[in-house]
């Protein structure tokens, strides 16, 4: 997993690094860490490859709202999480889609619960698509949703759709339990999902999906525990 760390204060960034050695100890999955002390540092990058991003709020110039809302407009998807000191900071990452936020001096546990989560979230699970002479290996993570097209089925990325000459309700039995069915010809990865509005779901992408009265009391549950982190097996969830 590689990790960014955002922090102009020596001491917080030195506890961060050493709570994380100690979470890949313990948990024996490899962390590769970058650190940086500004915004304007972390921008000159020409690419963030990176699956998460801790970034302090209170920097000097550039602080750590504004490079968050820069990462977003040059097309950094993955996660964020804010470090701060001040509670008040809380609800303006919702615009950035922040994952969590954690309150310095962070405590281990509550790092360990993200930490936990991330881990789970980018297991390496891959759908099997063929299609005439075609095959690929397609993450599970980087599908938006699955959805019926007569007797086939359509396999939408935010980079293209892939059609598939299988129903629908048998590839529906064997996903993997983010997707959650939204409408009769849909199902839709909960990982994608960033707003539920009366009976319409907005994607990662911008796009909108249909939800059915049917599925919709399970779409409201299914999106509260993902925001709560406590879908896919958490029974807890990080705070702020």
Request: net charge negative; with cysteine.
């Amino acid at each position: 997993m590689k990790l960014c760390i955002l922090e102009d204060e020596k001491q917080h960034r030195e506890m961060l690094i050493h709570m994380l050695q100690r979470w890949e100890r313990e948990n024996q999955h490899a962390l590769f860490i970058d650190s940086y002390t500004s915004g304007e540092e972390l921008m000159e990058k020409e690419e963030w490859n990176y699956h998460v991003i801790f970034l302090d709020i209170q920097l000097e110039a550039m602080n750590g709202m504004e490079t968050a809302r820069m990462l977003r407009e040059r097309g950094y998807q993955n996660d964020l999480i804010f470090l701060t000191a001040f509670r008040e900071y809380v609800f303006e990452g919702y615009e950035v889609q922040a994952l969590n936020y954690l309150l310095k001096p962070v405590e281990y546990e509550k790092l360990a619960l993200c930490m936990n989560y991330l881990k789970e979230k980018m297991q390496v699970e891959y759908f099997t698509y063929r299609y005439r002479n075609e095959m690929a290996q397609i993450p599970f993570r980087s599908i938006l949703y699955f959805s019926s097209s007569n007797h086939s089925t359509d396999i939408v990325t935010a980079d293209r759709t892939y059609k598939q000459a299988e129903p629908f309700k048998s590839i529906r039995k064997r996903l993997p339990k983010q997707f959650i069915q939204c409408h009769r010809t849909i199902m839709v990865n909960m990982y994608h999902v960033m707003k539920l509005q009366g009976k319409e779901i907005f994607l990662t992408n911008r796009e909108q999906l249909p939800v059915s009265v049917t599925y919709l009391e399970n779409i409201r549950n299914a999106f509260l525990r993902h925001l709560t982190l406590e879908g896919d097996g958490h029974s807890d969830s990080p705070s702020s």
